[in-house]
């Protein structure tokens, strides 16, 4: 079973800086393509940034500049680093793992998510 724990939210203000983390379990974690989600109250879950089993990023135009994302195979860890904290950027955030199971199948996999609060 694979497992996701995100931990890093908090309240911090406009301008400043947060890095989630999300632990894995349960899966090779070098073999699966890793992202951070957020949604905000009333707005439907959105791609904050990808990473790929190689380590390409691709990033929302929202965060592109001020977010980077970043994986540690070795302690089966990804980070999201942001810095230039937004009032908009108010959300809780979710870290998802596609896990290969075919060649062109793949299961998803979500945390629990971690509440981030940019105060202006």
């Known amino acids: 079973q694979v497992q996701l724990v995100e931990s890093g939210g908090g309240l911090v203000q406009a301008g400043g800086s947060l890095i989630l983390s999300c632990a894995a379990s349960?899966?090779?974690?070098?073999?699966?393509?890793m992202g951070w989600y957020r949604q905000a109250p009333g707005k439907q879950r959105e791609l904050v940034a990808g990473i790929s089993v190689g380590g390409t990023p691709n990033y929302a135009d929202s965060v592109k500049g001020r977010f980077t994302i970043s994986r540690d195979n070795a302690k089966n860890t990804v980070y999201l680093q942001m810095s230039s904290l937004k009032p908009e950027d108010t959300a809780v955030y979710y870290c998802n793992a596609r896990v290969p199971v075919t060649s062109i199948l793949s299961n998803t996999y979500w945390g629990q998510g971690t509440q981030v609060t940019v105060s202006s």
């Open positions: 349960g899966s090779t974690f070098s073999r699966n393509t």
